[in-house]
């Protein structure tokens, strides 16, 4: 199928340049629905013939599948590039924590209650596991575990299983849920999609060459199923790296619509350290959903630290808003530190001026999202702006004391601003934000 144009797209719309899409012009949303970076039904007003005329060729190259319902919804797919800086990926990608038939109700009600307090905060970023993964086919009751696990839990569910005599009562026990079914074979394709057809749930595939993965996707596709997960076996690391990598690449590059889907990989590790590396190079390398066993945060925090840092949008400056902020309970004779407003940088003083157990006042510097030395080189930060920011940011009127402590990597800083501000006394602090406990506590009086 040829690619569409700007202008074959732009012809099909309204030409009322409305602005509902978030573009200018209709013109310039015909160029992004071109480039496949927007959907047709962005558009509200685009009318039903001009969308029975472009939706298959203007949709993006991978379908988006939703897992689970309002309140309690992931989303993944409708990715567009292969590399994030071609443009930018937009679905972070899921850990799911697998729930095991051997676990009790009691064990399993409380690993629930685990996966629900999995919440990290890394610079500004909230993170947390995605889903729940409930192994359906070794259960004796089903419909009860999935139940038990419905009820307590905050997030979608995967129902991992392919008897399809299983997975009946545990989808009518799931209810109105919309759980994602795992997985579907040849042996299993016909019943598990017409149980998903009816039940309106997202159905992950497997198949053991892309050939027959992409024959099992077309066959659930004229069941009524249309959002699917391809998922991947993750015992050979190497080898499940090559099958997404070309798995995306022949949807992305090729446009094979019968491969556009999400991937999903259930990792398999002989040990925690092992499957915590397996399921980050798995979200390097493309997978939509992992399903792991780890659910201790030393497992958890490395593999979502790697989903936040590819998911983040590399055209946008990864910045805090530049203003005065306040740590702790601060009074007039808090300290006074400067940094930029690079998130990492921002939140890695913070941090560690919260462990100090000394309340302070950070003054943030714009400096366009970028970190100390980097700013310094762009010419991004100088003592004259940082006088400037002091002063509109009124941090004088804060306390009684005339002590600013800046950056150990800025210590040219200290002569000019003492020279030129009310600032007469400018304490080089740590070049490294882990040395400010140790510091604060030592010379601040």
Known sequence: MAALTGMQVYKNLPKTNCKDCGFPTCMAFAMQVAAKQKALTDCRHVTEEARNALSDASSPPMKLVTIGTEGKKFTIGQETVMFRHEERFHHAAGIAIRIRSSLSDEQAGALVDKINGSHFERAGSKLRAALCAVEIDGCSDPAGRVRLVSRKS????????????????????????????????????????????????????????FEELADLTQKVKAKGVEEMVLAFDGADIAETIRRLTITRRAA???????????????????????????????????????????????????????????????????????????????????????????????????????????????????????????????????????????????VAEKVRHRKLIIPGLLPIFRAEIEDTSEWKEVIIGPESASKVPAFINNMWK
């Open 252 to 394: 992305i590059k090729k446009n094979i619509r019968a491969l556009g889907y999400p991937s999903l990989v259930d990792v398999s590790a002989d040990s925690p350290e092992t499957e915590t590396a397996c399921a980050a190079a798995f979200v390097a390398k493309y997978a939509g959903i992992v399903i792991i066993d780890g659910s201790e945060p030393w497992e958890l925090l490395p593999v979502m630290t790697v989903v936040d840092s590819i998911y983040t949008n590399p055209q946008v400056p990864n910045a805090v808003e530049a203003k005065l902020y306040q740590i702790g309970s601060v009074n007039e004779n808090s300290p006074v530190y400067f940094t930029t407003n690079f998130s990492l940088t921002y939140f890695s003083l913070a941090g560690e001026v919260e462990r100090s157990r000394i309340p302070a006042y950070i003054c943030v510097v714009d400096t366009e999202g970028l970190g100390v030395l980097n700013a310094y080189a762009g010419d991004k930060i100088s003592p004259e702006k940082v006088v400037k920011t002091l002063q509109a940011q009124k």
């Open 154 to 209: 905050s997030v979608p569910l995967i129902l991992l299983g392919s008897n399809p005599e299983k997975i009946k009562p545990a989808l009518e026990a799931a209810g109105n849920a919309r759980p994602l079914i795992c997985k579907a074979t040849g042996s299993t394709i016909e019943s598990l999609a017409a149980l998903a057809s009816q039940a309106k749930c997202p159905l992950c595939v497997y198949g053991e060459t």
